[in-house]
C-alpha cells in the first residue's frame, strides 16, 4: 500500500446560524493515495461538497473548519497562510472541478485568458507561453478549434463544453490531486458520459489522484478504486468499491443500492426507496444519526453514536449492527 497523498484526519467543519450550528462535516476522516480515484457519495445535504471545500480551505463565513487535520505530502495545509495556500496549493498541486460551470467561469474575461492566468501564476510562464498552453488544454479536453476558441466568452459554450473549460484550468499544472465535486449535474446523460470518459481518460494519462464527489452510485461504480458513504455530516462506511458494491454492510448503503434499478429486475419490480427524510445537521438525534429510517435500529442507536471500526482490508463501518454481525452480500 502507498503512502497516502492526501490524509484527512477527524476534519469538523460547522456554519453557526441564527438557529443554531449545523455541523456539515462531523469527525470525517480518511486518506488518498498515489493515483486512486476516491468516490464520496450520499444524499443531498451528506456533508460530501462541504468536505471538499474544506479540503482546499474555501469554506466562507458563517462556516468554519473547527477541528482535525488535513495532511497533504506531509504538510498539514491548515497550518499555512492563505497566501501559501493560493500559490502552492490551490490550482496548484490540487485542481478542482465545481458543480457549475457558469458560476465557476468570470462571464467578461475570454475562457481561455482565464486558463492562461492559471498557467501564469503557478508555473512562472511568459504571458505567450501561457497562451500557447492554454490553446493546447483546451485541444486536450477534446474542444474544437481551440485557436479559435481562445476569445469566446463563456456564455458561447454549452454546458457541457463549459465544463471541459473548466477542466482545463483544473489540469493546467498537472496537480497531484483533483478533486471534481459533482462535475456532471447539470448535463444531460450523453454528455455526462463524454465528461466522465474524458476524466478518467485524464487521470490515467497523468496518474492523478482524485476525489471524485457524486450522488450517482453508476458514476462510482465505473470511476472508483475506493468509496466513501456520507450521511448527516459523518463517514459511515468506507471501502474498496469492490467491496461496498458487493457487501454494503451498513443500512444506509444497503437503502441506497436497494433505491436503484436493476437490469435484473422484472418490469414489475417496485423501487425501495430509504423511508422519511435526510436530517439536517443543526439538531440530529441522539445516537445514529440514522436511526430514524433505518429497520433494523436497535435500543443501543438511540444512546450511542457509532465508531467508525475497522475491518477486513480497507472496510470500514459505523453501525452498531454490522459490528455484530459478519458481512453479507448485497440482495
Not at 460530501?48 to 479540503?55: C, D, E, H, R, Y
Amino acid at each position: 500500500m502507498s503512502e497516502p497523498l492526501l490524509c484527512v484526519e477527524g476534519l469538523r467543519t460547522s456554519f453557526h446560524l441564527e438557529g443554531g450550528v449545523l455541523r456539515a462535516v462531523n469527525d470525517v476522516s480518511f486518506a488518498l493515495e498515489p493515483g486512486r480515484v476516491l468516490g464520496i457519495v450520499g444524499e443531498s445535504g451528506s456533508g460530501k461538497s462541504v468536505t471538499a471545500l474544506s479540503i482546499l480551505r474555501l469554506v466562507d463565513p458563517p462556516g468554519r473548519i473547527e477541528g482535525g487535520r488535513i495532511r497533504f505530502r506531509g504538510r498539514d495545509l491548515l497550518d499555512l497562510s492563505e497566501a501559501e495556500m493560493e500559490r502552492e496549493i490551490r490550482g496548484d498541486r490540487i485542481g478542482m472541478i465545481f458543480q457549475d460551470p457558469m458560476t465557476s467561469l468570470n462571464p467578461v474575461f475570454p475562457v481561455g485568458v482565464q486558463i492562461a492566468e492559471v498557467v501564469e501564476a503557478h508555473q512562472n510562464a511568459t504571458r505567450e507561453e501561457s497562451r500557447r498552453r492554454a490553446i493546447e488544454l483546451l485541444g486536450l479536453v477534446g474542444i474544437p478549434h481551440p485557436e479559435d476558441r481562445f476569445s469566446d466568452y463563456p456564455h458561447h459554450f454549452s454546458g457541457g463544453m463549459r465544463q471541459r473549460v473548466l477542466i482545463a484550468a483544473a489540469i493546467a499544472s498537472q496537480p497531484d490531486i483533483l478533486i471534481a465535486d459533482e462535475p456532471t449535474t447539470a448535463l444531460d446523460v450523453t454528455i455526462q458520459a463524454q465528461i466522465l470518459g474524458l476524466l478518467g481518460d485524464l487521470q490515467r494519462r497523468f496518474g492523478t489522484a482524485m476525489v471524485l464527489i457524486t450522488h450517482d452510485l453508476g458514476v462510482i461504480a465505473t470511476m472508483a478504486d475506493d468509496v466513501m458513504v456520507m450521511y448527516a455530516g459523518r463517514a459511515v462506511e468506507q471501502g474498496s468499491a469492490q467491496d461496498v458494491f458487493e457487501r454494503p454492510r451498513h443500512p444506509y448503503t444497503q437503502g441506497l443500492f436497494d433505491s436503484l434499478i436493476r437490469l435484473d429486475d422484472s418490469p414489475h419490480s417496485e423501487l425501495r426507496p430509504i423511508p422519511g427524510n435526510p436530517p439536517v445537521p443543526i439538531d440530529l438525534p441522539p445516537g445514529c444519526s440514522f436511526r430514524p429510517r433505518c429497520r433494523h435500529a436497535m435500543d443501543i442507536c438511540g444512546l450511542e453514536v457509532p465508531s467508525l471500526l475497522p475491518g477486513a482490508g480497507r472496510r470500514r463501518v459505523a453501525c452498531h449492527l454490522a459490528s455484530a454481525q459478519p458481512a453479507s452480500p448485497a440482495a
